[in-house]
């Protein structure tokens, strides 16, 4: 694995997106892997390993997160300064030749995915998305919103674990290691001694918008016509079980596959949401 940094512009100035490399620079097949709304790129590596013999994989921190530089102007957190971003990072991809481009998405990811691949001339040639709906409830909007841009600390890296597992529950059955590596890469350590979130507090500004409302993603879903694999955990509040369905009926018309025991979101470590992902990008 391999770090850099690709210069992204906002409303402000200059700002370093961070993000890590995975597999040989020269396979013209590239998989980007973009993380869910306060998570990192970090979550991606077991998936990046397993993907390596085949691809290049690469995993952006989005502005905020990860190893990535805060915003100055914290109103530019959303979409546009996103999508701006990702761009950029395509475009030092593909550089060096031309590349095929495969997009997986977790929640935030998918939604970025989604956006890019319903462009005209669009680069993104394979689509997973994971966990993310073509509506995204408000009564989902308001739970995220009662912890992201949330500042907690903790006195020891032990307590922040825990607070991990419990926010993150619906990961579902992750092994003691897992939980580890996603506290571990999703940390801040302090000078003090104690421990906090790997983001900005700024990112939690969308949310505190009143009263919040549903978000419609149809428009975008029905121009997306790449082959397209749609991930649920069974037991998601975000992607519901009736949309899913409707998904598969609509826009690219995706193969779902879904995980038991699992809410928001599948966190594709586990060998079996692995091997379906794999599956897809080598159809």
Known sequence: ?????????????????????????????????????????????????????????VCPDVAGRGSSDWLAAKEDYGYPQYLADMTALIARITASGEKTIYWIGTSMGGILGMLLASLPKTPVQRLVLNDISIVVPRAVLERIAKYVGM???????????????????????????????????????????????????GIGIPFQKKPLEDIDLTSYWNKVTCPTLL??????DLLLHDVAQ?????????????????????????EDQIRVVRDFLLA
């Not at 907690?152 to 290691?177: D, H, I, N, W």
Request: proline share 7%; hydrophobic share 35%.
């Open 151 to 201: 500042d907690p600390r903790f006195r020891t890296f032990q307590e922040l674990e825990a607070y991990v597992r419990m926010v993150s529950a619906p990961f579902g059955p992750l092994t003691g290691a897992q939980w580890r590596h996603l506290t571990l890469h999703g940390a801040r350590p302090y000078e003090d001694g104690t421990w906090g979130m790997s983001y900005d507090p």
């Open 231 to 236: 991930l649920r955990g069974a037991q998601s």
């Open 246 to 270: 409707q998904m598969t009926r609509s826009g690219p018309k995706p193969k779902l596959v879904e995980f038991d025991g699992i809410g928001h979101a599948p966190m594709l470590m586990a």
């Open 1 to 57: 694995m391999k770090e850099d940094f690709v210069s992204c512009l906002s409303s402000t100035g200059f700002h370093r997106m961070h993000y890590t490399d995975w597999g040989d620079a020269a396979n013209p097949r590239v998989v980007i892997c973009v993380h869910g709304l306060s998570r990192n790129c970090r979550d991606f590596d077991a998936l990046a390993q397993a993907l390596t013999p085949d691809f290049r994989v």
